[in-house]
């Protein structure tokens, strides 16, 4: 999938084959044909996720996708069409607005949530540590389309996401009614103009008691979160 109005980034989805069809290289054509196309397009960057050590993993692999998170039983893999994609992509800007998430930031979410940046990406998918992120997304989406959640994004001047802030019902059934999980995700180059997005999610559900999870690498996210009002609640050793 690639936003229409941009067409330069993608979330590459699956290659399959059938069971006495493999072994002919059918796999790898298409996915080299795709690649083509895409970049017809002016497309500059893929992602997707994969089993680690899997045959697709070897098939994007010869299509040149190297392991960009690599977690326990899976990799999220990006091919950069584009020489330096990642650095201009996200370069520091002060062109930044806060915006409502659209369906079609499905691979610029995606591009953002999967740097190397954050031990948290989000609580409320269960993305934690070095895991991909890629279908959490449409999770994400079907509460914000059934009201349940709400979610803004800092947006740069190509349409490219550094920023993204929401809150989801707590995913624990015995809990309070209006206890709820507040996400964010933060580029080290958005950190000063987070401020007004965080407070925008917050003013939604200002009835509510919300609790964010963040873990050692995350002190953009922390710094951001007690600037927001958080205070320390528990800490432990090795764990979010």
């Not at 015995?174 to 964010?184: G, Q, S, W, Y």
Request: with cysteine; proline share 5%.
């Amino acid at each position: 999938s690639a936003p229409l109005a941009t067409l330069d980034i993608c979330t590459w989805g699956h290659v399959v084959t059938q069971f006495e069809q493999r072994g002919k290289n059918i796999a790898t054509h298409l996915t080299r044909y795709s690649i083509e196309e895409f970049t017809a397009r002016g497309g500059q960057a893929m992602y997707l996720g994969t089993g680690r050590h899997s045959a697709a993993h070897r098939v994007y692999e010869k299509n040149g996708f190297g392991d960009y998170q690599v977690g326990s039983t899976g990799v999220i893999m990006q091919l950069e069409i584009a020489a330096d994609f990642t650095a201009r992509y996200f370069a520091p800007t002060d062109q930044l607005h806060t915006d409502e998430l659209h369906i079609a930031d499905m691979p610029r979410f995606e591009a953002l949530i999967n740097q190397p940046h954050w031990g948290v990406k989000s609580y409320s998918e269960k993305a934690i540590g070095p895991h991909g992120y890629e279908g959490q997304f449409l999770e994400l989406w079907e509460r914000l389309e059934q009201g349940l959640s709400r979610c803004r994004v800092l947006r740069g001047p190509q349409q490219q996401l550094y920023a993204a802030a929401w809150t989801s019902p707590s995913p624990l059934p015995t809990v309070a009614e209006h206890l709820r999980i507040f996400d964010c995700i933060i580029h080290p180059h958005a950190e000063k103009k987070s401020a007004s997005l965080l407070q925008e999610v917050l003013a939604d559900d200002a009835a509510n008691l919300l609790v964010a999870y963040t873990a050692g690498p995350d002190t953009i996210r922390r710094r951001a979160l007690i600037a927001a009002g958080f205070a320390l609640e528990a800490s432990l050793a090795d764990h979010i």
